[in-house]
């Protein structure tokens, strides 16, 4: 069975210092994995997404993720925060194939100036 | 280009009462489709997912049902609505069945139920 947790419900950072946002996923499967962030009042927008390519994968407005098969990890990064970021931001675990994707519960980023 | 529509946007709803929500796809064909509901605070939960015409799965026994009349129409139903259905109701999409291809979401439908 799958099963994906965000470590944080709230991560709290200030304008210009790194983002960190942790997310381990459980997977019986290769999986896919994914985050997806949601602004106030707005759908939700692909960050970034593994497929077993690359274990360090890029995504857009400056966000990265490791997938670290070891640890289980597929962790959010971004080296320097700007306000904007301030949203809820979503991991996913999606299996084989593709029928079935589970979100973990979100962690809501709060971006001080 | 694909787009997906999802109807109405909001809706306030007495509790016992029955529910449609409809959610079309364009531009694309035999997706698959998924509902989910995002309660406050919460994240996105998986309720049903289907990979063709007239192919539904549940995820979370309850008292809502999906159908997929037509290949690009995925509608959510209850005949007797909850308190505890009251949420954020997100259709989505992938193209092809391919697990690393992402999710594209409709805009939501808020759902009070009173």
């Known amino acids: 069975a799958q099963s994906v947790t965000q470590l944080d419900s709230h991560v709290s950072v200030s304008e210009g210092t790194p983002v960190l946002l942790r997310c381990n996923y459980s997977?019986?499967?290769?999986?896919?994995l994914f985050w997806y962030v949601q602004h106030p009042n707005k759908g939700l927008q692909l960050l970034l997404k593994y497929t077993s390519a690359a274990t360090l994968v890029k995504g857009i407005n400056g966000f990265e993720a490791e997938f670290k098969k070891s640890e289980t990890s597929f962790h959010l990064t971004k080296p320097s925060a700007h306000m904007s970021d301030a949203a809820e931001y979503f991991c996913?675990?999606?299996?084989?194939?593709?029928?079935?994707?589970?979100f973990g519960a979100g962690t809501r980023l709060f971006v001080k100036a | 280009s694909q787009t997906i529509h999802q109807w109405p946007a909001t809706l306030v709803q007495p509790v016992g009462s029955p529910l449609s929500l409809e959610c079309t796809v364009e531009g694309t064909s035999n997706p698959n489709l998924y509902w989910y509901r995002q309660a406050a605070g919460r994240g996105l939960q998986l309720l049903f997912y289907s990979v063709g015409i007239g192919q539904i799965s549940s995820e979370v026994p309850q008292n809502l049902s999906a159908s997929r009349p037509q290949d690009r129409q995925f509608i959510l139903s209850s005949k007797k609505l909850l308190l505890s259905d009251s949420g954020f109701y997100l259709c989505a999409w992938i193209v092809g069945g391919l697990s690393y291809n992402e999710q594209f979401f409709g805009p939501g439908t808020r759902l009070t139920v009173l």
């Open positions: 996913v675990v999606s299996d084989t194939g593709g029928f079935k994707t589970i």
């Open positions: 997977s019986s499967y290769s999986p896919s």
